[in-house]
């Protein structure tokens, strides 16, 4: 196994190729959606320059600071021309499949501060576009017009779980064209939920490195480090945890259990992968129960998600799994399917059983093609994913169980689900926090493809940090 820090050492590089198929791909899907229409363009904008914020004083980082490295690229840009410069346009003749990259014109100065501007040249080879037009202008709608565009395919969609939007490509002159933005979102959306082979190279990749750094911060964890250094004990229950009202800076208690989910992303790529285990390397009886009822739903939903299956349906066998196991542990009491009517698995698991990963963590698409809406009831209105199972789908799978106060408080004093809590076990959980296992996998109907590698059971946790 390659070590955190040979991977980060030889880097993976990623291919113009793969954003060259993903052009196609878009272009193959609205010719079929435009019948023989002619005269539709794509153009897309890539992220804006950041603004920051410096001795309280508001500096916008304009002309100089363009093409800043440090900006992370709007995800519909990316997958389509793979550039990682702020302030760029892309367009598409649909007709013809002619890309064209647009790079801000960018100040004398900023060789100054951030080294040598490149030539247009450049662009053209390192992106392996067909014809690359610095920005200055006019020059985005002068070169719609020689492309004889008459109708231009802008991008504007809504996220379906923060409710923001993304606004279309705004330059001087758009408006001299009729502009779409109903068309383009849903083709592209669809696009990125189908990983290409190429997508898929580097995701591998990427959920490589997360399950190395994993496995260096189990090998670094000891009782008595902080947070800040290493989430734990009953910390974990809080699902976003390290900010201004729940700050990382507990200190670290033999006895307590870790939570980790973090991934590294690789050229925009994410992995999204969750470990959860003691700092002393030893697990208690009541940790053991509730690590092991998370596992078993983790692997239960891996072997039952598959080409046709609904994604919710295994979001509520996760429900299932763990609260079997909390009867069998003594947590719980009663007929477990009334359980799941009366939304009991919520409490335990407030959040989805996982989503989509590609350019976004959570990446897009979740709510289309055949997905049902978006449900009102407790647990499942947190899904962020609906539909139903496809080859070639990234997802995450990540039950968890948390012990939070509000939700047990709130559960309780409800009779409809107090009957089936043995409240004195329960309060053997108090400050247990929570535990939530992780992993990234491929669909495929032949079974499905595990792209983390960490230890999972009891026993490999324990026997490696032993090591």
Known sequence: MDSITTLVREPFTIKPALFAENRKRL?????????????????LEGASTSELILAGILRIWKVIQKCSSSIFQESYFFWTFGAHESESFGAIDVDSGKSILFPPKLHPDYAIWDGKIEPESWFKKT??????HFNDENTISEMLKNLGAKQLLLLKAENTDSGNTLEPANFKGRNDFACNTELLYPIMANLRVFKTDKELE????????????????????????????????MNGAVLHYGHANAPNRKKILDGDLCLFDMGPECE?????????????????????????????ANREVFKAAKPGVRWADMHLLAERVMLTDLKAGGLLKGDVDEMLSARLGAVFMPHGLGHLLGLDVHDCGGY?????????????KSLRLTRTLQERMVVTIEPGCYFIDTQLEKALADPAMKKYINEDRLNEFKGFGGVRIEDDIVIWASGNEMLNDVPRTIEEIEAFMRK
């Open 368 to 380: 289309l093609g055949d997905a049902t809406p978006r449900s009102k009831e407790p647990g499942l």
């Open 202 to 233: 580097v995701m591998r990749y990427s959920c490589k490195v997360a399950s190395e750094a994993h496995k260096a911060v189990m090998k670094h964890a000891k009782p008595g480090q902080y947070e800040y250094q290493l989430e734990s004990g």
């Open 127 to 132: 992106y392996e576009v067909d014809e690359v």
């Open 27 to 43: 272009v193959d899907e609205l010719r079929k959606k435009l019948g023989g229409t002619k005269g539709n363009v794509v153009v």
């Open 268 to 296: 925009c790529y994410a992995s999204d992968v969750t470990v959860t285990f003691p700092v002393n390397g030893k697990f208690t009886e009541n940790q053991k129960l509730i690590y092991n009822a998370v596992l078993r």
